[in-house]
């Protein structure tokens, strides 16, 4: 199946404590699920669903981000995370995504990720580490 619009993926997971805006940003902060995480699940969603889906040796990397965290949700509740492929641009992929915990639409937004071949995306780091050096 080639990368068309039209595509659709989710992941459900339950919220830890782990996962809470005070465990990423201290004791000052609500122990309910952090934007951080929310952005993460966001492109981990995207990317799970193309992977299988490009040419053997191929990856993805989020290159925008545009979200709207909506509500707040409580340690021990579910969210679905759901990505759907809006456009592809050549390289270039956009995807409308959303989170819903057990009671209501948590995060939404869009989110643009970039095929690349991981050992020329090496080969650049490499050739820019090399330049602080």
């Known amino acids: 199946m080639p ?4 595509l659709t993926h989710q992941i459900i997971i ?3 404590e782990s996962d809470t805006a005070r465990a990423a940003g ?3 902060l609500p122990a309910v699920f952090s934007t951080p995480r929310l952005v993460s699940y966001m492109e981990k969603t995207s990317h799970e669903m193309i992977l299988p ?3 053997p040796g191929m990856t993805s990397v989020g290159t925008v981000v545009n979200i709207q965290h909506l509500a707040a949700t409580p340690v021990g509740m579910q969210i679905r995370f759901t990505s759907e492929l809006v456009a592809v641009d ?3 992929l956009t995807f409308k995504v959303e989170a819903w915990d057990e009671v209501e639409k948590i995060g939404q937004g869009e989110h643009e990720r970039f095929i690349i071949d991981p050992v ?3 080969r650049r780091l490499v050739e820019k580490e090399a330049t602080i050096k």
């Open 120 to 122: 020329r995306f090496d």
């Open 14 to 16: 339950t919220v830890n």
């Open 90 to 92: 050549g390289r270039r």
């Open 26 to 28: 201290g004791e000052s």
């Open 3 to 6: 990368l068309a619009p039209g």
């Open 53 to 55: 889906l490009l040419p």
